[in-house]
């Protein structure tokens, strides 16, 4: 049987009592998160704007010196990062309409630096006054990875992790400070929210080619159930080879301009490379123009496919694996440097998740500590539990003192990583 339903005086005390507690009295796993009743309509993207400019406008050094050591009023003046904090309360965030467009994103550095202005101001508000002065800006700074999380473009996702990334290391920093709660809970929410990098690097991959209409001509043509003329593929081979070699593009106001001949190293390189790409082509097919045009087509979506694969192994098992390389066929070694491939984006979500991880499993040894007054003589033991090693798919290494009042816990550098892969936590039983 249901159990009955509040009385509604009692569901009016009870909401007037969650908007009245501060952030600090929140849940732990919910530090992170903006209450719903604080979002609003609108695109934060367009509101903004203002603060971007200030961003634009700034000193850049002293921008970079602020975040490295943020004491005293911010380099964009008073109440601008609020003003942000405020703007990301909007629940819609506009990106640009075509993520795969070959142009600049104006925005996008400016969002970065914005990002790590709001975790270097939560550093400060932490330390001056507190977790619930820290909360709002490191708030901001989430909704700011999880909209640029959002995007379709790449580049706009990876700016979203590394605001996350900042996020994380803010947090880092103020994890022993006094009156900071234990963040075992408030980490495990954060990878719960993790942003999604596979839904952009499919798109990306979904891309037909650096000149993706001309090669999607010529994946109409070789799909059409009509013969084109032999003509018609001369023609068509001479604007691939134009443009992937080349770079040229007709204009597309003057479809009927006559094209410009091949200059003679695209000549040279046509009739070097040309019976390679032939070999990888459908047995039969005709004529020769068509032959090349279809060994193109099957060698990249062969190599696209090998990409695509890549996005659906744990980053810890597919790190361990060589990384790829041009095999010996000509065909390979020539479009391989051209495929789209995903593993900057998944290394640098597996960064963060690794991160998170190490701050995580540190703060599970404090909040184990807190209760039992001592760090536990193995991983086994601790509760809540240490999380693995995203990199190793094992537990980070640990050691404990002989009395029990100060521990490690370590990742190991992997071969072939760059420095600061493996974090390191030293982690002491608070006083009393």
Not at 70 to 82: I, N, T, V, Y
Not at 222 to 246: K, M
Not at 266 to 271: F, I, K, V
């Amino acid at each position: 049987m249901p159990p009955s339903p509040l009385p509604s005086p009692v569901r009016l005390a009870l909401l007037c009592l969650l908007l009245a507690l501060p952030a600090a009295a929140a849940p732990p796993e919910l530090l992170l998160r903006t209450p719903p009743w604080e979002l609003r309509e609108g695109d934060a993207a367009a509101a903004l704007g203002p603060t971007l400019e200030r961003v634009r406008a700034a000193d850049r050094a002293a921008v970079d010196a602020w975040v490295e050591r943020p004491e005293g009023e911010g380099p964009l003046g008073p109440r601008a990062l609020d003003e942000a904090a405020e703007a990301l309360e909007l629940t819609g965030f506009a990106h640009p309409a075509d993520p795969l467009a070959d142009r600049p994103d104006p925005d996008l550095e400016p969002l970065r630096t914005l990002g790590r202005l709001l975790a270097a101001e939560g550093v400060r508000r932490g330390r001056e006054a507190g977790w619930s002065a820290a909360t709002p800006p490191l708030r901001a700074a989430v909704r700011l990875g999880h909209r640029l999380g959002e995007a379709q473009g790449l580049t706009r996702v990876l700016v979203g992790l590394a605001v996350q990334q900042r996020v994380v290391q803010a947090l880092e920093a103020l994890a022993e400070e006094p009156g900071l709660p234990h963040l075992h809970a408030t980490l495990a929410d954060l990878t719960h929210q993790r942003i999604d990098v596979l839904p952009a690097a499919w798109t990306q991959l979904a891309r037909p080619a650096l000149n993706d209409p001309l090669i999607q001509q010529a994946r109409d043509a070789v799909d059409a159930p009509g013969e084109l003329a032999n003509a018609d593929w001369d023609e068509l081979l001479h604007r691939l080879v134009l443009a992937l070699a080349v770079g040229f593009e007709p204009d597309p106001e003057k479809p009927d301009e006559p094209l410009p001949p091949l200059p003679p190293a695209a000549e040279a390189a046509l009739a070097a490379f040309g019976p390679a790409f032939e070999a990888v082509a459908p047995p039969g097919v005709q004529p020769r123009a068509r032959r090349l045009i279809e060994g193109v087509l099957a060698e990249w979506d062969r190599l696209r496919g090998e990409a695509w694969a890549d996005t659906l192994v744990p980053y810890h098992v597919l790190r361990a694996q060589p990384p790829r390389v041009p095999g010996p066929g000509l065909p390979e070694r020539l479009l391989l440097p051209l495929i789209a491939s995903p593993l900057p984006a998944l290394a640098a979500a597996a960064d963060l998740d690794r991160r998170m991880a190490a701050l995580q499993g540190a703060e599970a040894l404090r909040e184990h500590a807190a209760r039992a007054g001592r760090f536990p003589e193995t991983l086994a033991e601790v509760d809540p539990p240490v999380p693995d090693d995203p990199f190793t798919g094992g537990p980070p290494g640990y050691a404990v003192s002989a009395d029990g009042r100060s521990a490690t816990l370590r990742q190991e550098p992997l071969p072939g990583d760059a420095p600061g892969r493996a974090h390191t936590h030293r982690v002491e039983v608070q006083a009393d």
